[in-house]
């Protein structure tokens, strides 16, 4: 009799965990449509502009920089790896064209990075590295290299494109230049 009451109870036990089980399945998927329903418009909203706030590049303006800059070194002939930050250096988005070179990856997105918390293109770097001072790059963040490009609103930084793994330096450098230059005019337009 003692066993049959244990094996009864030993059931009603493992009956009460299925359907807590069972709740906290259905809480968790309620609870994950739900997050899921809020973020819906969020994602929505930053693809359809270009900045977030008055002073970050947004995702879809990133991606929109990205995809118009794989075009361009489609039509150069180019295989680079692109990478785009926001102002605070942090990636935003990044392509490795088919052909790029292994080493390209992190050099475009140091490029891109060192640009944004600099605000300051990365050639300007270089440029002192290679007349002045040799030992710049040994500071943390500061890459002497051509190619990371800061974007700007209406002068003020919103985010970096670095472009690595081109035909040369004097390339990479006049398609960032160009890809920045002419992003930036894409831009909305403050109003005081």
């Not at 080493?103 to 060192?114: H, L, M, T, Y």
């Not at 190619?147 to 002068?155: C, P």
């Not at 793994?165 to 398609?175: I, L, T, W």
Request: aromatic share 4%.
């Amino acid at each position: 009799m003692a066993v049959v009451l244990c094996a009864n109870a030993g059931r009603a036990n493992l009956d009460r965990l299925k359907k807590e089980l069972q709740m906290n399945v259905h809480f968790r998927r309620l609870l994950l449509a739900g997050l899921t329903l809020l973020a819906v418009p969020w994602a929505q909203a930053s693809e359809g502009t270009a900045l977030r706030g008055t002073t970050q590049l947004s995702m879809g303006g990133a991606t929109a920089l990205l995809d118009t800059a794989v075009a361009k070194a489609r039509a150069e002939g180019t295989h680079p790896c692109i990478a785009v930050t926001d102002a605070n250096g942090y990636l935003l988005a990044f392509k490795r064209m088919d052909g790029a070179a292994p080493g390209c990856i992190e050099a475009a997105i140091k490029k891109a990075n060192s640009a944004a918390i600099n605000n300051v293109d990365t050639v300007v770097f270089y440029d002192l590295a290679r007349q002045k001072n040799l030992q710049l790059g040994s500071i943390p963040g500061i890459l002497p290299a051509v190619a990371g490009v800061v974007i700007r609103q209406e002068g003020q930084a919103v985010g970096a494109l670095g472009v690595a793994g081109g035909a040369s330096d004097d390339q990479e450098q006049r398609m960032a230049t160009e890809l920045a230059r002419a992003f930036e005019k894409t831009l909305p337009v403050s109003h005081p």
